[in-house]
């Protein structure tokens, strides 16, 4: 069987949503296919508020950001086809992909694609990191957030970015004791707004501290930690034993980034952005000018801002079937804008760079 | 069901859902319809999901989104299936994955 659609939107998680929404809104014949049983993608699963920026979102739950997103693709159904559990296996040449559908392989032709993959968790490298228990902080938002079971009794947190320190909290939340929280830096990595949360209800923070192994022949039982020195070089005789049933890990994300190569899209690494990501200019368009990309899978960012990159690329996706549009052009010009404002200030440093890096190697600063 | 079961949360609200029965290595045990095999697996304290092909060393899930592939499992006589993302049926017959496993007909 094939299908035949205007924009192809890859992920359904909050960039895909915005940019179908804004591609089918303008009238773009839109398909997005996501291959989990439930579009939303990682925002299902967040308990906290976003900061957002002043006029969007802020001080909302992730899990209401998905609720609203999924009632906004209802107003425009007469030109948006959503399909769930269904994956986009691979890119042809000509304007075609291959989807999987409920094991049913489909060709769609398409005029414009927007890749929205995400990311993956990152692992890191300890003796026994493999025993059952050992899960990543996203895959632990998942069990107990969506399907409300505690990963365990006593969980030991490892890394101290935003991430670390919001899934320390919503455990606690869901009644697992938090044993601690290690960060290889000298200082914490997320916002000291989360971080206060946590040290308040008395979890302790091991700062210049790494994991050493894992404790446990079949499962965890516990971990060795140890301090380590400037050069993150562990110290030694400063190990120390940690009881625990599990261990999660909040060591960053990695781009998904399958798709674009298989698309041909020139790729650069900006460690900033969480390694190999397409190369693309400011209206999110890659190096094949067929492709589009936005959320995480351009550079590990949070929802807020794959929201808005989401709307330039269905804009801008529109546009490339349609031709010029004022709209298009005005909904474009907003969402830059309240980029610059969120990306902007101390916090948006790292992005800040890895962003300018993308834009100088496609001529664009 | 057990105690890794969450039962209230200053946050969210779980829906109430039908208790089913399935089997994990014959043996008998209740999990929610729908839910992913692997959930259901590890409200009932289970968490080796399989072997791995070459060290033989336990493996339980990780990502819970099916990226990663670790928690594979054979379901109802079919090798690798991602539990983490499968939903629970009434009935199912869920066992360890031996090696790479035996594509059947």
């Known amino acids: 069987m094939s299908r035949n659609t205007e924009v192809f939107v890859i992920g359904g998680g909050p960039a895909g949503l915005s940019a179908a929404y804004v591609a089918a809104k303008l009238g773009a014949r839109t398909l997005l296919v996501d291959d989990s049983s439930r579009i939303g993608g990682q925002l299902i699963k967040q308990t906290h508020r976003f900061f957002g920026s002043s006029n969007r979102d802020a001080g909302i739950r992730g899990i209401t950001i998905a609720d609203k997103l999924q009632q906004d693709i209802k107003d425009v159904s007469d030109k948006l086809t959503v399909l769930e559990n269904t994956a986009a296996v691979g890119f042809y040449h000509n304007k075609e992909a291959g989807i999987l559908s409920h094991s049913a392989y489909e060709r769609v032709s398409y005029q414009s694609a927007i890749v929205c993959t995400g990311a993956t968790e990152n692992s890191l490298a300890f003796e026994n990191n493999d025993l059952p228990g050992i899960y990543g902080a996203g895959g632990v938002q998942t069990l107990m957030n969506v399907h409300g079971i505690r990963p365990g009794q006593k969980i030991l947190m490892i890394g101290s970015g935003n991430i670390g320190l919001i899934v320390s909290y919503q455990l606690i939340q869901a009644g697992v004791e938090v044993v601690g929280l290690v960060e290889g830096s000298p200082a914490i990595g997320g916002y000291l707004v989360h971080a206060s949360k946590i040290r308040r209800l008395g979890v302790p923070i091991y700062t210049s501290h790494t994991i050493l192994k894992a404790l446990g022949t079949d499962e965890v039982e516990g971990a060795t930690i140890c301090r380590v020195d400037e050069k993150f070089q562990p110290v030694p005789n400063t190990e120390l034993d940690i009881k625990c049933d599990c261990i999660c890990l909040a060591v960053g994300l990695t781009p998904l980034i399958d798709l674009f190569q298989q698309a041909h899209c020139r790729m650069v690494h900006v460690g900033e952005l969480g390694g190999l990501v397409p190369l693309h200019d400011s209206s999110m368009r890659t190096t094949n000018p067929e492709v589009f990309v936005a959320g995480d899978a351009s550079g590990i960012e949070e929802a807020t801002t794959a929201i808005l990159a989401g709307r330039i690329a269905g804009a801008r996706a529109y546009e490339s079937v349609h031709g010029k549009s004022p709209q298009a052009e005005e909904i474009v010009a907003e969402a830059r804008e309240e980029l610059r404002t969120l990306r902007s200030g101390s916090t948006g440093e790292r992005i800040r760079w890895g962003r300018e890096r993308v834009m100088k190697e496609v001529g664009e600063c | ?105």
């Open chain 2, 1 to 105: 069901m057990t105690s890794l079961r969450i039962e209230h949360h200053p946050v969210l609200n779980f829906p109430e859902r039908k208790i089913i029965n399935f089997f994990f290595e014959d043996k008998q045990y209740q999990g929610f319809e729908g839910e992913p095999i692997a959930a259901a697996l590890h409200a009932a304290g289970i968490r080796t999901l399989r072997r791995s092909p070459q060290k033989d060393r336990a493996r339980g899930f990780f990502c819970a989104i099916g990226r990663c592939s670790s928690c594979i499992m054979e379901v109802d006589g079919q090798i690798n299936i991602m539990t983490c993302i499968t939903p629970l049926a009434e009935g199912m017959q869920v066992r360890m994955q031996k090696g790479h496993g035996v594509i059947k007909p």
